[in-house]
């Protein structure tokens, strides 16, 4: 089983949801293809959405909802069942 990883492409700080009411995007263990969207990246106001990138299984997020973010940091891992 290969491992995929959720790398970011840009700074700011990352959201698992759209607003602080609304349910997370995806759960770890939930099946996504790759336009599935995982989160939010948000810098000076503006965000955008960061996808699986690969379809798979969700594995992993390495980085809390509200964490401030680098890029070409790990976000989060994927399997491929």
């Known amino acids: 089983m290969a491992e995929h990883t959720v790398i970011t ?3 700011g700080t990352f ?3 759209a607003s602080p009411e609304s349910d997370n995007f ?3 263990g939930a099946q ?3 336009e599935t969207v995982i ?3 948000e810098v000076m106001k ?3 959405e960061l996808t699986a990138g ?3 299984r969700l594995s992993a997020f390495l980085v809390e909802d509200g964490d401030p973010i680098e890029p ?3 976000i989060a891992t994927l399997d491929d069942a």
Request: hydrophobic share 40%.
């Open 26 to 28: 995806v759960e770890v």
């Open 9 to 11: 492409p840009l700074p």
């Open 32 to 34: 996504v293809s790759a």
């Open 54 to 56: 690969t379809a798979g």
């Open 39 to 41: 989160g939010l990246i």
């Open 72 to 74: 070409g940091q790990v």
């Open 46 to 48: 503006q965000f955008s």
């Open 15 to 17: 959201y698992r949801k």
